[in-house]
């Protein structure tokens, strides 16, 4: 496959009709409180937490002009049409589709043209207001075992849990060293042998952790980048060439939960 430059930059935000507003306009709940004479109840802001990620591959093409974009979602197609002064294409064909509950960290498969695979990574941070900070790679699927989103998670909440543990191990051989009890010296090797066994413990967590993101990095990246977006809105994330007058384009749309 080529690889043409991608669109990236660009990054478009796209505002669905009424939903940032609405997302904008939701306060985190609160118990009213009267504020002391002469000042002004605090500013809550709070932070983004979108109930998941529609995300829409489209092939763009710079040559025919049929009207095959009817397939392709609405608000994909406006996100498009609002972008048309940037992206040279005539028509646009819905290749896939997909539907990711939650804002956490997101592997999953997506078909391109010619039935051909990728493996998206998304991860989604909440900032401040209703901001958020996407990473999105789609990647040719190489021969690297497919590392799904649930095994990074569960190491790394393994290794918050080990690193707990291992500052109340060293804690407890302070104390111990710090004892005039007759049994000090028996005390310290045995505090001193758990703090070594978790470290070498965190070790092998953070290393398993790395081989899995190589694993994920190693493949073929044809849109690779990262952007702030708001609930509710819907994002062209870039295009990448695959033959001739032809272009993958990826749309991201953050979902708002309901009432929001």
Known sequence: MQRAGSLAGLAAVITLAGAATASAQSPA???????????????????????????????????NASPADSNVPAAARKALADLKDFLPYKSYRLLDAQWML?????????????????????????VAGAKLSVAFRLAEPGATTVVMAGEQDALAARLAALQNALREAQATAARA??????????????????????????????QQSAMKDASIRATHAVIDTSFMMDVGETVVVGTSRVA?????????????????
């Open 102 to 126: 939650g804002s956490q960290r997101t592997v999953s498969r997506l078909r391109g043209a010619n039935d051909q695979e990728y493996q998206l990574t998304l991860r989604g941070t909440p």
């Open 177 to 206: 060293r710090d004892t005039n009890s007759d049994k000090r010296n028996e005390m310290m090797a045995a505090a001193n042998e758990r703090v070594t066994q978790i470290a070498r413990e965190i070790v092998q967590i953070e």
């Open 29 to 63: 709940a609160a118990k009213p409180v009267k504020p002391a004479a002469g000042t002004e109840p605090p500013v809550k802001t709070a932070s983004a937490a979108p109930q998941g990620y529609s995300v829409v591959l489209v092939l763009g093409d710079m040559q």
């Open 244 to 260: 001739g007058d032809k272009a993958l384009i990826a749309l991201l749309t953050a979902v708002a939960h309901a009432g929001r």
